[in-house]
């Protein structure tokens, strides 16, 4: 896919924020919402993405709302820092097919990354269940704390 089309209301993040598809939320607000990675590239892959924003990329969000979701990056980012204390942490945005992107709604990755971590931008497996719900609590709990 390109850079320029027209946004796909059925894409999966305008699923999950219409309440159609499940996720494992770590935070809401009336702007924003972060998740889970079902196919985390490491232990601790969230997403945040824009409610109200129907932007395929960040060149067709507008600059309110892309403020929003990176003030939820970075408190996000700190509590995964905090939590799981990685060894470092990356923040990616992809654009279009050839740089990677894969769901057409702009939407931040948090990646921790550990000692012995070989980096790459997509994951082949999906995460365990139980898993997630337990990273789900534990992050919550350290953005509520």
């Known amino acids: 896919m390109s850079l320029h089309g027209q946004y796909d209301e059925q894409n999966i993040f305008a699923k999950i924020i219409r309440g159609e598809a499940p996720c494992y939320k770590l935070y809401e607000d009336e702007d924003v919402l972060a998740f889970l990675d079902l196919f985390p590239q490491s232990y601790g892959h969230c997403l945040v993405i824009p409610k109200n924003a129907p932007a395929r990329n960040i060149l067709e969000i507008d600059d309110a709302n892309l403020a929003k979701v990176m003030a939820v990056v970075r408190r996000l ?3 995964v820092v905090d939590e799981l204390q990685p060894a470092g942490v990356q923040v990616a945005q992809f654009n279009g097919a050839p740089a990677g992107q894969t ?6 990755h ?12 997509h994951a082949s497996q999906q995460a365990d269940a139980a898993q997630l719900q337990a990273l789900q609590a534990r992050l919550v709990k350290r953005l509520q704390g």
Do not use: C, S
């Open 103 to 108: 769901v057409f709604h702009i939407h931040m």
């Open 77 to 79: 980012t700190q509590a």
């Open 110 to 121: 948090i990646v921790p990354r550990y000692e012995g971590d070989t980096l790459g931008i």
